[in-house]
């Protein structure tokens, strides 16, 4: 049977690629993007007189209408679709350290979203390594009503295969133990700080979280094998509902109406710097895919949603909401597959969640190549959290996107950081991220069949496990198997 399923599967995307005609099409959206692509110059006009864009601050509705009005300029069926999130924004932070209350020093630092509301505690400090549950096993005890430090990735020297969790994840398993703040050290060099939510919910945490730079974090970790280290951390926040709108623009199927595409990434950012990287450079392109779509007049077989999420980084929030709104609508059902665009930049290939998808999409890739030869037809099958795909893949929906590219100008180092400007975009690599995207999308929803389907209860069950997701999944509360 096993060869069988083999040869059906081959013989299906044999089928599938002497149907799926695209060059032509391809050809035409290269060179509109080529010629008239918007997405460097929005982009650039957005830092410039927005700013940030965080969910439920006055720039963050800014920044909803911009994209609105832009998709409605280029003639897009447009709309929003509001949502309200328990909303979180920093306030005032002080973060001292030193060998006695007495000798104190303060210490830079930015709050870890989500953090509560009021906190100010004092404590010894912990080292807790990199903060896995195998940090903590050896002596749980000794983290109760301490302060742990944690750092962000895998240390150098750890056992061979470590592997780290989310910031969010790390916070929880500290929680857990006892921990009654939380200091963690971000791996960039030259102090570059790093926000981002410390809640795997999305909700308040118990205890304040803070990030530290690396080489204050490294000094703080040599001083701790000889000398205990007392912390002392204050800190003020906003919570509290608000509302935030996603923005969604149509493109109706010509033959399976019914049938969605949805092509998303998330507008909102956090407020240390403009957010043109994360997420910039993906939403800003999502919106020039849109405007190749309707310059050109692409019709499409499947119906296309162009979807900016909102609160993203507070918890996938926007994609929550959508799904959540369309599961109480009844069409889910109807969203066949989902492509996410976080950070992506100049890919060099495509994604999927589902590897029974590679075969047709590195048909279509090749045909990329004989237009533009940068694009290496690369593809990888996999799943991993934290983006607004997630949502989605945790109901059965297959996802994907772009792979293989870098992002710009070593713009790495400044994730979630105040580094985070419109300086580091190029021109040329947003361009391509919206000529390969625009093209994989028009392929997907014309393509006759798509080879693979939502995925029932425990089929999911069994992929999820298969792609090493239970626990990060169960330490988020998510995991819905017992």
């Known amino acids: 049977m096993k060869y069988l399923f083999s040869a059906a599967l081959i013989c299906s995307a044999i089928l599938a690629n002497a149907q799926d005609q695209f060059g032509g099409v391809f050809a035409k959206i290269n060179a509109d993007v080529q010629q008239n692509g918007r997405a460097y110059q929005n982009l650039k006009y957005e830092t410039e007189t927005i700013g940030h864009r965080l969910t439920g601050s006055a720039n963050g509705a800014k920044a909803e209408q911009y994209a609105y009005d832009l998709l409605k300029s280029y003639g897009c069926e447009v709309k929003f679709q509001p949502f309200e999130v328990e909303s979180w924004s920093r306030k005032t932070i002080n973060v001292a350290i030193g060998a006695t209350k007495n000798s104190l020093a303060k210490m830079k630092a930015v709050t870890l979203a989500h953090s509560p509301v009021s906190a100010d505690v004092s404590g010894d400090i912990v080292d807790a390594g990199n903060g896995l549950e195998a940090d903590y096993q050896a002596n749980p005890a000794k983290f109760k009503g301490k302060i742990a430090l944690i750092y962000l990735g895998v240390l150098p020297g750890s056992p061979a295969g470590t592997k780290s969790l989310h910031r969010s994840e790390k916070t929880a398993i500290a929680t857990k133990y006892g921990a009654t703040g939380v200091i963690i050290i971000n791996t960039v060099k030259d102090g570059v700080l790093l926000t981002g939510t410390a809640s795997v919910t999305g909700k308040l945490i118990s205890i304040p979280a803070v990030c530290i730079g690396l080489e204050d974090g490294m000094a703080l970790k040599e001083k701790l094998k000889t000398q205990a280290q007392i912390a002392h951390i204050a800190m003020t926040n906003f919570s509290g509902v608000i509302k935030a709108r996603n923005v969604i623009a149509t493109f109706k199927g010509t033959e399976l109406p019914k049938d969605k595409i949805v092509v998303g990434g998330h507008l909102d950012s956090w407020d240390l710097a403009?957010?043109?990287?994360?997420?910039?450079?993906?939403?800003?392109?999502?919106?020039?895919?849109?405007?190749?779509?309707?310059?050109?007049?692409?019709?499409?077989?499947?119906?296309?949603?162009?979807?900016?999420?909102?609160?993203?980084?507070?918890?996938?929030?926007?994609?929550?909401?959508?799904?959540?709104?369309?599961?109480?609508?009844?069409?889910?059902?109807?969203?066949?597959?989902?492509?996410?665009?976080?950070?992506?930049?100049?890919?060099?290939?495509?994604?999927?969640?589902?590897?029974?998808?590679?075969?047709?999409?590195?048909?279509?890739?090749?045909?990329?190549?004989?237009?533009?030869?940068?694009?290496?037809?690369?593809?990888?099958?996999?799943?991993?959290?934290?983006?607004?795909?997630?949502?989605?893949?945790?109901?059965?929906?297959?996802?994907?996107?772009?792979?293989?590219?870098?992002?710009?100008?070593?713009?790495?180092?400044?994730?979630?950081?105040?580094?985070?400007?419109?300086?580091?975009?190029?021109?040329?690599?947003?361009?391509?991220?919206?000529?390969?995207?625009?093209?994989?999308?028009?392929?997907?929803?014309?393509?006759?069949?798509?080879?693979?389907?939502?995925?029932?209860?425990?089929?999911?069950?069994?992929?999820?496990?298969?792609?090493?997701?239970?626990?990060?999944?169960?330490?988020?509360?998510?995991?819905?198997?017992?």
């Open 274 to 482: 403009t957010g043109a990287i994360d997420n910039g450079i993906g939403s800003f392109a999502i919106i020039d895919m849109a405007r190749t779509f309707k310059k050109l007049n692409l019709k499409t077989k499947r119906t296309i949603e162009f979807v900016l999420f909102m609160g993203e980084e507070q918890g996938l929030l926007g994609s929550k909401a959508y799904v959540e709104q369309a599961k109480k609508n009844g069409n889910l059902a109807q969203v066949k597959f989902m492509l996410n665009y976080d950070m992506t930049n100049d890919p060099k290939g495509f994604s999927t969640s589902r590897a029974e998808m590679k075969d047709l999409f590195t048909s279509w890739g090749a045909e990329i190549v004989k237009i533009d030869t940068g694009f290496k037809n690369l593809i990888n099958a996999g799943a991993g959290l934290h983006s607004d795909h997630q949502p989605f893949m945790l109901e059965g929906i297959p996802t994907g996107g772009g792979f293989g590219g870098k992002l710009p100008n070593n713009s790495g180092p400044f994730y979630h950081s105040d580094g985070d400007s419109f300086k580091l975009v190029d021109e040329q690599e947003l361009k391509n991220t919206v000529r390969y995207s625009a093209m994989l999308t028009y392929a997907l929803a014309n393509t006759p069949k798509i080879p693979v389907g939502v995925q029932g209860d425990e089929e999911l069950r069994k992929f999820l496990e298969a792609q090493n997701l239970k626990e990060p999944l169960t330490i988020a509360g998510e995991w819905r198997w017992k």
